[in-house]
């Protein structure tokens, strides 16, 4: 019951910009639209959230479409550490007692 | 900052034995979870916890598995019997509201 469409693969290169797109047609008017990261061998890292307003924070900034049927998480000067599996995952509630279901997410490579 | 730890990182054991996995989630954190990941795959849900119940579980979640938190320290997920199907990572999470912290799972390894 995947809820959010993400590339399976994207590429960029230490220092540029990467957007990573999430499309989420079916959003409920509820649903957060969560951000996070994991890389090999590691525990998911949380990126970011919103409901409706672009947030941003020390490691991304996550611009939500106006619809809300899309998002995409932006990444400024990428460095090799960013290189991880970005997941879009949609969460009915900001507590607690919702869980978080993952999907495939986006392999983000960066290259020296 | 916070951190969830996940007691012992690696575990060995053979098929059948009972097996304890423990996670120190954030101290004022309400909220916990469990997810298996097994190499390669994507990540799991096994179960959610709170005020001493079981909120959710999945299908993966099997009857040989419990979940408990004693003396309100560690989170524990426990496993008896062990099959070899259950070797996988398994990550802790906890939050009080909010974005989950995850721990750096423990590797177990059923043989």
């Known amino acids: 019951d995947a809820k959010t469409t993400q590339p399976d693969s994207m590429e960029s290169t230490e220092g540029e910009t990467v957007h990573l797109p999430c499309s989420h047609a079916?959003?409920?008017?509820?649903?957060?639209i969560y951000w996070y990261r994991q890389v090999p061998l590691q525990g998911p890292e949380y990126v970011t959230h919103?409901?409706?307003q672009n947030t941003t924070n020390s490691m991304a900034f996550l611009a939500i479409a106006s619809d809300r049927k899309s998002s995409t998480l932006i990444l400024p000067h990428v460095s090799l550490r960013d290189a991880a599996v970005y997941h879009c995952?949609?969460?009915?509630?900001?507590?607690?007692?919702?869980?978080?279901?993952f999907g495939a997410g986006t392999k983000l490579t960066i290259k020296p | 900052g916070p951190k969830v730890l996940q007691i012992p990182s690696h575990q060995i054991i053979d098929m059948g034995q009972m097996v304890t996995l423990n996670c120190d989630p954030v101290?004022?954190?309400?909220?916990f979870y469990w997810y298996k990941q097994i190499l390669g795959q994507q990540m799991e849900f096994l179960v959610n916890?709170?005020?001493?119940?079981?909120?959710?579980k999945s299908k993966l979640f099997k009857d040989q598995f419990s979940v408990e938190r004693p003396d309100g320290s560690y989170f524990t997920l426990k496993i008896q019997p062990t099959a070899l199907e259950d070797s996988a990572v398994y990550f802790c999470?906890?939050?009080?509201?909010?974005?989950?912290?995850f721990g750096e799972g423990t590797r177990l390894s059923v043989l």
């Open positions: 999470a906890s939050s009080l509201k909010g974005a989950p912290l």
């Open positions: 079916t959003i409920s008017g509820n649903e957060y």
């Open positions: 919103g409901l409706q």
């Open positions: 995952i949609l969460r009915a509630s900001n507590y607690g007692n919702e869980k978080i279901t």
């Open positions: 101290s004022n954190h309400l909220y």
């Open positions: 916890f709170y005020n001493g119940k079981v909120m959710e």
